[in-house]
């Protein structure tokens, strides 16, 4: 790949400027976040779009991979969470960035199911037996050459996670309210190649009030895509 046809990573995204957030938009309602609710609406889809497809003008140059990612709803007794990972910071493609567990699909795997099911066991030893897949989302493209699978699925405790540390630095829950409130969407904007760009950020510290964990990039694109689905 060539300089002409690559594009300059976002090294600190927390830097780039916030736009505003989406707190116009109203936030999914408790009860259509119920394990019924969404076995119910994934089950029976409405119409309807995602707000984005890719990470925005994609370059040639690199043969590009399917993938997929399991996008893992907790089942605890306050509400569903999501399950996230933090990757380490000396991977070739997103490191250090907040992800679902996932990666690059392998010719043994059967399907998208497969791979993100495959990837999720061995990067945070996440049991298929507590795994029961209700849908997918719409693939999504990444500027590192992913075309990318969202698979979704409700995940019944208890677990013991195990994390494969040469992938995985950490792996916390955010409540799924929280990120399907869009008061909690950042928009971030800035010009980049002549171009402008805009991602956003869910930012969570948790009830620790910690430096907060910074959900962006194709990670808070896909769950804003999660959004738009369940409010349609």
């Given amino acids: 790949m060539t300089p002409a046809t690559a594009r300059p990573p976002i090294l600190n995204p927390r830097a780039v400027p916030v736009a505003g957030t989406d707190a116009h938009l109203p936030a999914i309602a408790a009860q259509h976040l119920t394990a019924q609710a969404l076995r119910q609406r994934f089950a029976a889809p409405p119409l309807w779009e995602p707000e984005t497809r890719s990470d925005g003008r994609l370059f040639d140059g690199r043969e590009r991979a399917a993938a997929s990612v399991l996008v893992p709803l907790v089942e605890r007794g306050s509400g569903l969470t999501v399950l996230l990972t933090q990757r380490t910071p000396h991977l070739r493609d997103h490191a250090g960035q907040i992800s679902f567990?996932?990666?690059?699909?392998?010719?043994?795997?059967?399907?998208?199911?497969?791979?993100?099911?495959?990837?999720?066991?061995?990067?945070?030893?996440?049991?298929?037996?507590?795994?029961?897949?209700?849908?997918?989302?719409?693939?999504?493209?990444?500027?590192?050459?992913?075309?990318?699978?969202?698979?979704?699925?409700?995940?019944?405790?208890?677990?013991?996670?195990?994390?494969?540390?040469?992938?995985?630095?950490?792996?916390?829950?955010?409540?799924?309210?929280?990120?399907?409130?869009?008061?909690?969407?950042?928009?971030?904007?800035?010009?980049?190649?002549g171009y402008q760009r805009e991602f956003l950020s869910m930012p969570w510290s948790g009830p620790s009030g910690a430096e907060p964990y910074f959900i962006w990039g194709a990670t808070a694109a896909m769950l804003r895509n999660l959004y738009r689905f369940l409010s349609a």
Wanted: with cysteine; charged share 25%.
């Fill in 101 to 193: 567990p996932g990666g690059r699909a392998e010719s043994a795997d059967e399907d998208e199911v497969a791979t993100a099911l495959r990837e999720a066991e061995e990067e945070v030893g996440l049991a298929r037996q507590c795994i029961d897949v209700i849908g997918a989302l719409p693939e999504y493209r990444t500027v590192t050459y992913f075309d990318v699978t969202p698979v979704v699925a409700l995940v019944r405790p208890p677990f013991n996670l195990v994390l494969d540390t040469h992938e995985v630095a950490d792996a916390f829950e955010v409540p799924l309210a929280f990120l399907m409130n869009p008061a909690n969407h950042q928009r971030h904007v800035f010009e980049l190649d």
